[in-house]
Structures are given as C-alpha cells and as structure tokens.
C-alpha cells in the first residue's frame, strides 16, 4: 500500500510525502531423490516458510528560481524485516534479518538558456543490517555530477555518480542448504554493502548535414564487489557455493561510431565499434577485452519504419565471477507501420541462421565450460505485433504512475 502527498507552496515550492509498506509470505518446498536401478537410494528435502515486511518514509522539497535554476532535500527512511522457519534434512533452525537504510540527498541545478545545465547532487547513506548474531554497518558519502552542453553543431555531456549497493537479502543469512549432489550453499552474515561510481560520456559532431561522428563511453567502478566463491571442502568431501566481498571492480565500455544520411531525415546508414574492457580481483586478478562491431541501415518515411542490421560475435565477462561468455553473430530486420491508431510491427532475428554461445571459466579447484545450441531462443524468431489505441472522451486529471522499488526481497536463494 502507498500513500502520497503533494503540494505547491507560494514563491515557486513543492513539498511531496510518500509512505509505502508491504507484507509478504513465501512458503517453499523441494525435495532430492537419487536412484540406482530404479530404486530410491538417498533423499532429503529443504523447505523454507518465511514471513517479512518492508516500510518506506520518503519526504522531499524543492525550491525553482527565476533563471529555472533549482535546488531540492530528500530524506528517505527504510526498513526490512525478515523471519525465516527452515528445514534441512530433518533439521529446524530459525534465520532472521533486520536491515534499515537512511538517505539525506541535496540536489542543485543550474542552467544556462539551453546550452549549459550543471548538476550536482551530494548524499549521505547510512545502513545496518543483523542476521542472528552479526551487526554490519556502513556509512557512505555519495556525490555526484551531471554536466550537458549544446552549441551548434557539437552536443557534449558528462555525468557521474557514486552510490551504495547493497547485497541480496538472500546471502546475507547465516543459511545453509544443498544445491545438488556435490555441492553446498553456505550464507554469508558478514557481507557489507559497498560503493560503485558510474559514469558516461557522450559526444557528437555533426560535421556535414549528412554525416555525423559520434563518441560514447561508460564506466563502473565498484569497491567491495559481490563475487561467486566455490572452492572444494575436504571435511564435507564436497563443494561449498557462498558469495562474499572482494576487491575493485572496473568495466568500461566504449563506442565510436559514424552515421551518413543517404536520404536526409529518411535513410541512413550506421557502422559502430564497440569495445568492453574488465578489471577486477576477487581471490585473482581478471583481465579481458572484449571488441565486436555493428552495421546497420534505417529507413523512415510516412509512419513507415525498416532496420536491418548485424552484429559480430561478441565477447563479455561476469562481473560475479569472471566466466568469459560468448555471444554469436546476430541478422536483425525490424519493419513497423503507423496509421491512424493502428500499429503493425515484423520482428525477425537471426533467421537461417545457428547460433551457439560459449561460457568458460577456470577457478581454483573448480572449471566449468559450457556450449549451448538454443533454437527458438536466439535464433530464427520471427514476430508480428498489432496494437490499436482506444481514446474515450478527454482526459480531465492526470495520474502519477510512479512505480515504486520495493526491496523487500525474500532471502530464499533461488
């Protein structure tokens, strides 16, 4: 359930109040059997019954000035708490989980006509978080930044932010159940939110009416990233699956591309150079670059719309692991028409074509490759779409369908 509450105040003001709760219960079940011969050898059975609710406080004011320039103060208070009743091979154990979060955001922007906007936001995060008998508790400052320019023919922006994370609710238990015949899941109780700063940079010049250069890159840079851990246990003769918080994580994507209008505002032809690049130590250092390509062509005209376009086999890896994944080459021709308040849109993807993807990872202890061939999945899709919009009658009040994030998540790990 939510509530809201808004209101302008004299001298161009706003004050806005949102409550949001919510109450949940999973009931969960499943159980293991192996057979030899068609007779029952083993078995055991895990089920999980959990009850949570989560609440939410968030107050928000802000002030316009003449020059459209704006200043704005968020508080927001959360708060999560789950209670877990678990059964493990014949085994009860009680989990809990208590988590609150308190944000204070201040936010300026200031603008220039339409050619200059400069944002700058700073923030404090405070969180805590017990799980039985473990207290974790973080405390970050978050600043970040936003910078648009416009000028003929050159348009430029820059942007960047530092915020927390925090870990699935599902890890941070002291939880501990079978995932398969050879392996172990074991929570994590210790495992702490940390901070990732992200970025981007965009940049086009229209050199020509035609022809136009354009430059984009983003990055992530995470302290304390969240990774999959396996190793091999001696004591159980069996591997153990936990994740925990390891070291700085860097990936940065870039994108240099040229666009020429052989009809102008109608038909277009693109090319792009894309790049992935990965940094990163969890208990070892991984390094991979990743460069692939793309080629298109785009038509428009009337409320016709024709795309086709490929894209080269692509390379990426896990930012909770490390696997190295590989995607195939990929056909695409997209055609839609409007009229009136008809849509018609033709999707087909990789049509005659195989595709197969590749995951391959070498870990203490533990390598894992895998091969897959997915018809109907990634290949030979082909789609028809038909929508028709009903208007009735004008449309006196305008409704806020603000979706709000509800991070009462289970901590039953899938």
């Known amino acids: 359930m939510q509530l809201r509450y808004a209101v302008k105040l004299p001298h161009n003001q706003r004050f806005r109040a949102e409550l949001y709760g919510s109450y949940g219960n999973n009931d969960y079940h499943r159980f293991y059997e192996q057979h030899m011969d068609e007779t029952l050898v083993s078995g055991y059975r895990n089920a999980t019954d959990e009850t949570s609710w989560y609440g939410k406080v968030k107050l928000n004011y802000t002030k316009v000035f003449k020059n459209k320039s704006s200043f704005s103060l968020d508080a927001t208070e959360d708060m999560t708490h789950t209670k877990n009743l678990n059964t493990r091979a014949q085994k009860n154990s009680e989990l809990s989980l208590n988590k609150s979060n308190t944000r204070l955001i201040a936010t300026y922007n200031y603008r220039i006509k339409n050619i200059l906007n400069l944002q700058l936001r700073l923030a404090e995060h405070l969180s805590y978080t017990n799980t039985g008998d473990e207290d974790v508790f973080g405390s970050f400052f978050i600043p970040s930044f936003k910078i648009s320019y416009q000028h003929k023919k050159h348009t430029f922006s820059l942007d960047g932010s530092l915020r927390s994370v925090e870990p699935s609710n599902a890890n941070r238990t002291g939880d501990e159940y079978r995932r398969n015949e050879y392996e172990v899941f074991v929570g994590n109780p210790e495992m702490k939110d940390f901070l990732q700063c992200a970025g981007a940079l965009r940049y086009s010049w229209n050199i020509s009416p035609r022809f136009t250069i354009f430059l984009y890159n983003n990055y992530y840079i995470s302290t304390h990233q969240v990774y999959d851990d396996y190793r091999y246990d001696k004591e159980r003769n069996e591997f153990v699956y936990q994740q925990l918080n390891g070291g700085k994580y860097w990936h940065m994507h870039y994108e240099l591309g040229v666009q020429y209008e052989i009809v102008p505002q109608h038909f277009y032809i693109r090319s792009l150079f894309l790049h992935n690049y990965y940094n990163f130590r969890f208990k070892e250092k991984y390094v991979h670059n990743g460069p692939y390509g793309s080629l298109s062509f785009t038509y428009m005209n009337k409320g016709w719309y024709f795309r ?22 990929q056909l695409r021709f997209d055609l839609s028409y409007n009229v009136d308040n008809w849509h018609f849109e033709l999707n087909t993807k990789n049509i005659g074509l195989k595709s197969y993807s590749e995951t391959r ?27 028709y919009r009903f208007t009735f009658g004008k449309k006196k009040h305008k409704f806020d369908n603000t979706e709000v994030e509800d991070v009462n998540q289970t901590t039953i790990s899938k």
């Open 308 to 329: 086709l376009g490929c894209l080269t086999k692509s390379q990426g890896m896990s930012d909770s692991s490390g696997m190295v994944y590989y995607s195939p080459f």
């Open 361 to 387: 990872w070498d870990y203490v202890n533990y390598s894992y490759i895998s091969s897959i061939r997915n018809p109907r999945i990634s290949d030979n899709l082909i789609s028809l779409t038909v929508n």
